[in-house]
């Protein structure tokens, strides 16, 4: 069992940049991904950016790509998502999360953002771009 709990959300200015932090804490045999998802005020969950468990591959949605940049160190159990260059549209609530994989070294490096399919959900910081 893992838990995953976000950090790092506030209000900021367009154009600003915010660091968002996952802590991981508990066991789990499996190697896993962390992930990042957002949720704005009427929408649906939107995948952001994902890190494989041993951190050496990266993918990021289009709306992520080139502004935001995510990170894992192990020794610490801490995921990063770097945010520049806010937008109002960047307002929502961030989740992070994680996806079990198994326990073969080939899966340390997968990730691949499955939505319902993740495993653990932190509960969430509310990250606020206005002027």
């Known amino acids: 069992q893992l838990q995953l709990v976000e950090s790092g959300g506030g209000l900021v200015q367009p154009g600003g940049s915010l660091k968002l932090s996952c802590v991981v804490s508990g066991s789990t045999s499996l190697y896993y991904e962390i992930a990042w998802f957002r949720q704005a005020p009427g929408a649906e969950h939107e995948a952001l950016s994902c890190i494989s468990s041993d951190g050496k591959t990266t993918k990021y949605s289009d709306s992520a790509k080139g502004r935001f940049t995510i990170s894992r160190d192990n020794v610490k159990s801490t995921v990063y998502l770097q945010m520049n260059s806010l937008s109002p549209e960047d307002t929502a609530v961030y989740y992070c999360?994680?996806?079990?994989?198994?326990?073969?070294?080939?899966?340390?490096?997968?990730?691949?953002?499955?939505?319902?399919?993740?495993?653990?959900w932190g509960e969430g910081t509310l990250v606020t771009v206005s002027s």
């Open positions: 999360s994680a996806d079990e994989w198994g326990t073969s070294t080939i899966v340390q490096t997968l990730c691949e953002m499955r939505g319902q399919l993740m495993d653990y």
